[in-house]
C-alpha cells in the first residue's frame, strides 16, 4: 500500500488523499504513511465490509471543493505515477464520462453454472478492468448515494455509474498493474520488485561542419576552427543521448520534441533538450544505469577532451564518471567525417525501473 501511496503522492495533479483501510488498522496505517513521508494523505478512515461501502465512506470525506475523483486499490502498486499521469490526461479530454483503465481480455471466458458451460462469450468485446477509475466527483457521488441506500454491492466504481445511465470509456493501460490478492499474487509481486524492468535505448546524430561555428560535445566546447551547422547548439553527443533515452522510453525522437524549424530552440544549448527528457525518465519512474557513446570527428582529436567530456555528460545525467563510455575515432578519411564536412556520435542507453 506504501509503495501504491507514494505513485499517487508524486503526481502533481492529485491534491489530496482519502485511504480507507480495514477497520481498527488506521493508527498503524497513519504511522507508516508518516514514516516514508507521503504528504498528500489527508484522513485515514475505516473501510466497511465491501469494496462499495469502504469507497462510498472515503467519497463522503473528500473535500467539497475537489470536483473529480480518481480510485485506486491499494494492492495495485505497480502503476507507475506517469500512467496515472496518462490517465487523468485522458479523463481531462472528456470528463463528463467516466473513465476506467483495463485492457483487452486475454483468455476465453465462458458462463458456468453448476459445472456446465452456458455459453461462451465472444472475447473480441471483453476488457479486464483495473482501477484507477475517475469520475465527476457529482456523478460517482449519486451513483454511490443509489446504490448504498438499496444495498447494492459492485466489484468497481464503473458499474454503478453504468447504472445510472451515465457514459463510462476504457483507458488501455500498458503497464504492469496486478492486483495482490492471493499469496501466489504476493509471491509474484516480491519477484518484480527484486528485478527491476530494464530498458536499452539506441540514438544516433550527424551534423555538417562549418567554419566558424561552435563545436560542443556533450556540453563542453572543443576549441576547433570548424564547428557544427545547426539549428540548436549542434551537440551531437547530446543528441544522440536525448534520442537514446527517447527510444528506451519508447516516446518517439528528439524532432517530435524539439522540432528544428521551431524559433524557440535557435540556438539553444542542448543540455535544455536532455534535462527536458530526464524529467521523462523520472516521471516514468525509470533511472540511467549506463551510458555508452562513440563520437566521429577527423579533427581536431578528441583523445584530450575525451575525459572532460565523460564528465561532463556524467554530471549532467546524474550518475558517476565510470557509468558514461566516450570512445572517440576517426573516419580514416572515408566519408563526410573522414573529410572533415561532419561530427556524428552514436550513443546506447539502459535504463532501470526505479524500486520504491
Ligand atoms: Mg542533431
Not at 481531462?92 to 456446465?116: C, F
Not at 562513440?294 to 581536431?300: G, M, Q, R, S
Request: with cysteine; charged share 30%; hydrophobic share 40%.
Amino acid at each position: 500500500m506504501i509503495r501504491t501511496l507514494e505513485r499517487l503522492d508524486a503526481v502533481p495533479e492529485i491534491r489530496e488523499i482519502i485511504v480507507a483501510c480495514e477497520s481498527g488498522f488506521q493508527k498503524k496505517v497513519s504511522g507508516l504513511i508518516r514514516r516514508y513521508g507521503i504528504r498528500k494523505v489527508r484522513r485515514v478512515i475505516a473501510g466497511g465490509e465491501t469494496r462499495t461501502d469502504s469507497v462510498y465512506h472515503a467519497l463522503r470525506k473528500v473535500h467539497p471543493s475537489c470536483p473529480y475523483v480518481l480510485i485506486h486499490d491499494g494492492v495495485r502498486p505497480f502503476l507507475s505515477s506517469g500512467a496515472i499521469r496518462d490517465a487523468i490526461r485522458c479523463f481531462g479530454k472528456d470528463p463528463d464520462s467516466g473513465w476506467v483503465t483495463g485492457r483487452p481480455a486475454v483468455p476465453t471466458i465462458k458462463e458456468v453454472r453448476n459445472g456446465r458451460i452456458e455459453k461462451t462469450l465472444d472475447r473480441a468485446f471483453l476488457w479486464e478492468i483495473e482501477t484507477p477509475q475517475l469520475f465527476k466527483k457529482k456523478i460517482l457521488t449519486e451513483a454511490y448515494r443509489y446504490f448504498f441506500r438499496q444495498k447494492q454491492k459492485a466489484t468497481d466504481d464503473a458499474s454503478l455509474v453504468e447504472k445510472i445511465g451515465k457514459p463510462v470509456k476504457v483507458f488501455c493501460c500498458e503497464e504492469e498493474n496486478m492486483k495482490i490478492t492471493t499469496a501466489q499474487d504476493f509471491r509474484k509481486a516480491k519477484s518484480l520488485f527484486a528485478a527491476p524492468e530494464i530498458r536499452i535505448g539506441s540514438g544516433e546524430d550527424r551534423h555538417g561542419l562549418e567554419k566558424g561555428r561552435p563545436l560542443y560535445l556533450g556540453g563542453i566546447r572543443i576549441p576547433s576552427p570548424k564547428g557544427a551547422r545547426a539549428h540548436s547548439d549542434g551537440d551531437v553527443l547530446l543528441h544522440a543521448l536525448v534520442d537514446a533515452l527517447l527510444g528506451a522510453l519508447g516516446l518517439g525522437d528528439i524532432g517530435e520534441f524539439f522540432p528544428d524549424c521551431d524559433p524557440r530552440f535557435r540556438n539553444v544549448r542542448s543540455e535544455k533538450f536532455l534535462k527536458k527528457v530526464l524529467c521523462l525518465v523520472r516521471e516514468k519512474e525509470f533511472e540511467i544505469v549506463n551510458v555508452d557513446s562513440t563520437i566521429t570527428l577527423e579533427a581536431p582529436k578528441l583523445s584530450p577532451w575525451k575525459k572532460k567530456i565523460q564528465g561532463s555528460v556524467a554530471r549532467l545525467i546524474g550518475v558517476k564518471p565510470h557509468a558514461v563510455g566516450v570512445k572517440a575515432k576517426t573516419a580514416e578519411r572515408m566519408g563526410p567525417e573522414g573529410e572533415g564536412l561532419a561530427v556524428s556520435a552514436n550513443v546506447v542507453v539502459s535504463l532501470r525501473r526505479c524500486v520504491l
